[in-house]
């Protein structure tokens, strides 16, 4: 039981280019998230999906966009990434008890 | 105003101490509360929740305030294994899907 995995673990991108962020949890949640993490900061929600089918923003969407791809899946995308995106991103899934969190991926942008 | 707010410390304890540390949320309407624990370069876990008739999980005690709107938690007899930053978490009113962050409260025990 793998729980919630992220890939990748660490990326630098230059300004300007894209990637996605893959995530997925084999915990059969409904809902799943995804977070990014910045020094002094709490953990502030990109976007979210209650369920398969539906997404929606959180408080810091800017620059972002999500695809819920089935119910285990859920990507993160930058189109275009700028020096303000590098952070801890971390994606979780949760029941109604708790969140589960993957081990995050860092990334740089440069 | 943030709406989860915490004390960063670092609480620099001995083994054995006690330790206790706050944090205030602003929405009055919020109505689940949590303690997750961060350690260093890793992803954060669910310590306890927070029930309104404060809860008790080994060493750990945890005490919610609706007056006062603050959330407490306390370890007791600490271990070198509880150096961590514990965040502080509340379920946003609209949605109890969606949760909110403080930035945490560094505890560093020594030996």
């Known amino acids: 039981n793998a729980g919630v995995t992220q890939t990748p673990k660490f990326q630098v991108l230059k300004t300007g280019q894209s990637m996605t962020l893959q995530c997925a949890q084999d915990?059969?949640?409904?809902?799943m998230y995804w977070y990014r993490q910045d020094p002094g900061m709490g953990l502030r929600l990109i976007y979210y999906?209650?369920?398969?089918?539906?997404?929606d923003k959180g408080e810091v969407p800017n620059g972002y966009n999500v695809s819920r791809l089935n119910k285990r899946e859920f990507s993160l995308r930058l189109e275009s990434a700028a020096p303000s995106q590098t952070s801890v991103y971390f994606c979780?899934?949760?029941?109604?008890?708790?969140?589960?969190f993957g081990p995050g991926t860092r990334l740089t942008v440069t | 105003r943030k709406e989860v707010e915490q004390d960063p410390g670092p609480f620099n304890v001995p083994e054995g101490a006690t330790v206790a540390f706050n944090c205030t949320y602003s929405n009055s309407a919020s109505q689940s509360f949590f303690w997750y624990r961060q350690d260093c370069r890793k992803e954060p876990k669910l310590l306890m929740s927070?029930?309104?008739s404060g809860n008790e999980d080994g060493r750990f005690t945890a005490q919610l305030n609706r007056a006062s709107q603050y959330i407490s938690l306390l370890i007791r007899d600490s271990k070198l294994s509880d150096s961590a930053t514990y965040l502080c978490?509340?379920?946003?009113?609209?949605?109890?899907?969606?949760?909110?962050f403080g930035a945490g409260t560094t505890v560093t025990v020594r030996a």
């Open positions: 979780a899934s949760s029941d109604i008890y708790e969140q589960y």
């Open positions: 978490v509340v379920t946003l009113p609209a949605d109890d899907y969606k949760l909110s």
């Open positions: 999906s209650a369920s398969e089918g539906t997404t």
């Open positions: 915990m059969n949640h409904n809902s």
């Open positions: 927070v029930y309104s």
